[in-house]
């Protein structure tokens, strides 16, 4: 089992920009892994919102449309860390955020995998 810890949140207008990080306690080095974000607003369903998988013979990206375009993913191996780049950020934006890590993808994102505790985003108008 991994521990992720995610950081990062915090409030900002519309049209701001945050980094969310989520560090494991393990390395993601793994020659088949697939990493991602979730966000849970208050009375929502948990969303996907991106993710990045790493197989023995593919890698992709994958963006929910709802954030495509001011959303990015990456990976630093080094710093066993994983971003979620957020720019032009919405009030429907806000919500906890959380990352997640597998080996394996389910519709492009971490299939039952471990989870971080989550770090709130809030974006006021």
């Known amino acids: 089992q991994v521990q992720l810890v995610e950081s990062g949140g915090g409030s900002v207008q519309a049209g701001g920009s945050l980094r969310l990080s989520c560090v494991a306690s393990?390395?993601?080095?793994?020659?088949?892994?697939?990493l991602g974000w979730f966000r849970q607003a208050p009375g929502k369903e948990r969303e996907g919102v991106a993710s990045?998988?790493?197989?023995?013979?593919?890698?992709?990206?994958y963006y929910a449309d709802s954030v495509k375009g001011r959303f990015s993913i990456s990976l630093d191996n080094a710093k066993n860390t994983l971003y979620l780049q957020m720019n032009r950020l919405k009030p429907e934006d806000t919500a906890m955020y959380y990352c997640?890590?597998?080996?394996?993808?389910?519709?492009?994102?971490?299939?039952?995998?471990?989870w971080g505790r989550g770090t709130q985003v809030t974006v006021s108008s």
């Open positions: 997640s890590a597998s080996a394996t993808c389910r519709d492009y994102l971490p299939d039952n995998g471990d």
């Open positions: 393990a390395s993601y080095s793994y020659s088949r892994y697939c």
């Open positions: 990045v998988y790493r197989g023995l013979y593919t890698s992709y990206y």
